[in-house]
C-alpha cells in the first residue's frame, strides 16, 4: 500500500513536474525581448520544476512516506505559484497589456493543466492512488477538452501553405470537439450515466479517437525532426504534446481495468 502510494506519486510528479517546466520554457519563449522581468519569471519556474524532477528522480521504490508526502506538497505549492503566473500571463495578454507569441486558449490550457497536476497532488496525500470509477467522465471530459486544444494549436501553428495538415487539424478538433460533449451530456446525466456498459463505451471511443490523434500528432513530429513541416511548432511542443495523448491512453487503460476489478453498476 505504502508502496503503491509512492510509486504513484514519483510517477505523476515526474510526468507532469517535467510538463510544468516544459509550459516555463514555452512561455518564456512566447514572451518578447523587452519583457525582461515576465521572462525572469518563466525562467525562474523553469528551474524550480527542474530540480523538483531530479528530486523526485532521486527517490526509489523503497523511499520513506513522509518523504514523499513532503515532495508532493511542495510540488503543490511550486504548481499553485506557477498556476497563479499563468492566469497572470492570460489577464495581461486579454486586457491587452502585453502581446505574447502564445495564444491566450494556450496559456489557459497551461493553467488548467496546473490545475489538474495540483488536484492529482491532494488525491495523493489523502490516499486516492487509483483513478475512482466515479471519475471516469470527468477525466475524460478533463482530457478530451485538452487533446481538441491540441489539435486547435497544432492547426493555428501550422504554415498556412500546409493547406492539408490544417484541414486534417481541424478535423481532429472537431471530431474531439463532438466526443467531448458527448462526455459532457453525460457528465450532466449523472448517476444514471455511471454504469459499466456506458462507460465502458465512453472508454473506447476516447481510446479510438486519441489514438489516431497520437498517431498524427507523432507524424507531426517526425516531420519536424527531419525538417521536412513548414510551421511554426517548437519541436519540443510536438513532443509535448504527444506525451500527453500517451498519458491518456495509459489512463484510459487504466480505468478499463478499474471497471473490470469492480463493476459499479
Ligand atoms: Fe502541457
Ligand atoms: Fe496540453
Redesign the pocket.
Known sequence: MSNLFVDRSLEEVQFWGC?MKE?ALFLRLGFTVDQSKLIQEASHFHTLFESIEERAASFTDNAEREHIVRLNMETYQATSHLWAFKRKVLELILSCKIITNNYPLFVDH?SR?AAYFMNRLEQLNKGILEPLPDAVINENVFFLRLMSDHAKFISHLLDPSERNLITEAADFSYQLDQLLFQAVDLEAMRPASQTSQVLRRLIEESRLMVQSLHDFKRTIKEMIEECRLRSVIHPLLAD?MLR?AHRFLDLLDRFEASLTAGPND
Open positions: 510538463i509550459h497551461a493543466e509535448h500527453e
